[in-house]
């Protein structure tokens, strides 16, 4: 997290600049299938949640605000104990904890699968291991916080299904793992990106996301 905290202080075109050539997004911006195993769309039903980990929580809280049937995302801290589920003390990559986000769905009109799809093809690089772009360590690792087993049974195939397909150019390195408790991260953190749309930090390696979500995945695109 420090590099965000001290990147404030640097002019925004060197920052571009720098950032451009050392780290590209983080966005694989890979057209990828449908999850040949999913949950199928409800008639009827209440609110789902799915709880997913790819990187730095700004960016992928503001992926998932753009995607059809989901109505609240949170951003928070999952895979850790609650006495260190904060800010400072994830950031020192020893909690367990990776930063993440909590996505409310309506199962009538978007699947867990698609969710995933979304996941993989835009909201992070699944290929990194415990980074994402320019964010080193384990809280910033890719995974799958699963809560039933219909979650974790589309989870496993979907993963299994894109490793076969070849689509990265490196193995995925994505955990699926369950769900112990999900903590609601600090409120400054929460719709970072929709208050800070000019930050050096979301215009280089978050809002790619959403324009490669609006260019691959039309039919899952919500203009907010």
């Given at each position: 997290m420090?590099?965000?905290?001290?990147?404030?202080?640097v002019p925004?075109i060197?920052?571009?600049?720098?950032?451009a050539?050392?780290?590209p997004?983080p966005?694989?911006a890979t057209?990828l299938p449908d999850?040949?195993v999913?949950?199928p769309?409800?008639?009827?039903?209440?609110?789902?949640?799915a709880?997913l980990?790819?990187?730095?929580?700004?960016?992928?809280e503001?992926v998932?605000?753009?995607?059809?049937g989901v109505?609240?995302?949170?951003?928070g801290?999952?895979?850790g104990?609650?006495?260190?589920a904060?800010y400072?003390?994830v950031?020192?990559?020893?909690?367990?904890?990776?930063?993440?986000v909590?996505?409310?769905y309506d199962?009538?009109?978007?699947s867990y699968g698609?969710?995933l799809?979304?996941f993989?093809?835009v909201?992070?690089?699944?290929?990194e291991?415990?980074?994402?772009g320019?964010?080193?360590g384990?809280?910033?690792r890719s995974?799958?916080?699963?809560?039933?087993?219909e979650?974790?049974?589309?989870?496993d195939n979907?993963?299994?299904?894109l490793q076969t397909?070849h689509l990265?150019?490196?193995?995925?390195v994505?955990?699926?793992?369950?769900l112990?408790?999900?903590?609601g991260?600090?409120t400054?953190?929460?719709?970072?990106l929709v208050?800070?749309?000019?930050?050096?930090?979301?215009?280089?390696?978050?809002l790619p996301?959403?324009?490669n979500?609006h260019?691959?995945?039309?039919?899952?695109?919500?203009?907010?």
């Amino acid at each position: 997290m420090k590099h965000r905290i001290a990147a404030f202080a640097v002019p925004a075109i060197a920052l571009v600049l720098t950032s451009a050539i050392l780290y590209p997004s983080p966005s694989v911006a890979t057209a990828l299938p449908d999850p040949a195993v999913d949950i199928p769309l409800a008639k009827a039903g209440t609110p789902q949640t799915a709880v997913l980990a790819g990187g730095c929580f700004w960016g992928v809280e503001g992926v998932f605000e753009h995607v059809k049937g989901v109505t609240q995302v949170v951003s928070g801290y999952a895979g850790g104990a609650a006495d260190t589920a904060n800010y400072e003390q994830v950031s020192s990559g020893r909690t367990g904890h990776a930063e993440s986000v909590r996505i409310t769905y309506d199962p009538t009109r978007i699947s867990y699968g698609q969710l995933l799809k979304v996941f993989f093809a835009v909201a992070h690089n699944p290929t990194e291991l415990n980074r994402q772009g320019p964010d080193r360590g384990t809280q910033y690792r890719s995974a799958i916080f699963y809560t039933t087993p219909e979650q974790t049974r589309v989870a496993d195939n979907y993963l299994a299904q894109l490793q076969t397909a070849h689509l990265f150019p490196r193995p995925l390195v994505t955990q699926i793992t369950p769900l112990q408790e999900f903590y609601g991260a600090e409120t400054y953190h929460q719709d970072y990106l929709v208050r800070h749309p000019n930050q050096p930090y979301i215009v280089i390696n978050d809002l790619p996301k959403i324009a490669n979500l609006h260019k691959q995945l039309p039919a899952l695109y919500v203009d907010k």
